[in-house]
């Protein structure tokens, strides 16, 4: 049974930090992960997906790597602002289920102006 | 539309009372996803439609939940006999197509709390 989890569980930084954030995942037969942000009693916005023969994608401040092999995926966001906290989480789409994602419980980022 | 809406944004229910949740997908997407998310956690598959029929129901954790999407674009899931254990963000998401290359897109999920 794939399972997905984040480290930190929670992070708190200054602005203008690098970071990253860690997702890994216990079976590699997977046709993609997708990293999504979540505000505060909203829904999940899309950030980054990688197909599984991609090792990484990128968008504005955002990159996202993929290591199929070892099971991991991580999200490096760069100068960070008070405007990126949230809660973001990882999801993979298993091989095994077709249509279904599986997601890790979230990393809670706090960025402190 | 723009975006997957989903109504009503918030819910309180009395312990067996019955409950529908409704989404509305983005227009022209055929595939439509339903999941849970409880406090502190990801969000858990629930049941996944290919136009009108469910495709995969395997997550529906009992008898007490249903979903239907009869003309392959606005989906509802129903709830009976609600117990606290219900309460729950329920998030719909839909995509252009069933393929893994399609990003999956959420709504802003209905919040069900149960007393």
């Known amino acids: 049974k794939q399972e997905v989890t984040q480290i930190p569980a929670a992070l708190s930084v200054p602005e203008g930090e690098n970071l990253v954030l860690n997702c890994s995942f216990t079976?590699?037969?997977?046709?993609?992960l997708q990293w999504f942000r979540q505000d505060p009693g909203k829904g999940l916005t899309s950030l980054l997906l990688i197909q599984s023969s991609q090792r990484e994608q990128t968008s504005g401040r955002l990159n996202a790597s993929l290591d199929k092999s070892s099971g991991r995926s991580t999200l490096y966001i760069a100068a960070s602002q008070p405007g990126d906290s949230a809660t973001y989480l990882c999801a993979v789409r298993p091989m095994e289920y077709g249509n279904k994602l599986v997601f890790g419980a979230g990393t809670i980022l706090r960025v402190k102006s | 539309g723009a975006g997957v809406s989903q109504t009503p944004s918030n819910k309180v229910t009395e312990k067996g009372k019955y409950v529908e949740l409704r989404c509305d997908p983005i227009s022209g997407h055929t595939a439509l996803y339903w999941y849970r998310q409880s406090l502190g956690q990801g969000p858990e598959f629930l049941i996944y439609f290919q136009g009108t029929g469910a495709a995969d129901d395997s997550g529906l954790p009992n008898d007490r939940f249903f979903a239907v999407r009869p003309e392959g674009s606005v989906s509802t899931l129903k709830i009976q006999r609600t117990e606290r254990g219900d309460s729950a963000v329920y998030l719909c998401?839909?995509?252009?197509?069933?393929?893994?290359?399609?990003?999956?897109?959420f709504g802003e999920g209905s919040w069900l709390t149960v007393v």
């Open positions: 079976d590699s037969a997977i046709y993609n």
């Open positions: 998401a839909s995509s252009l197509g069933a393929g893994p290359g399609n990003t999956i897109y």
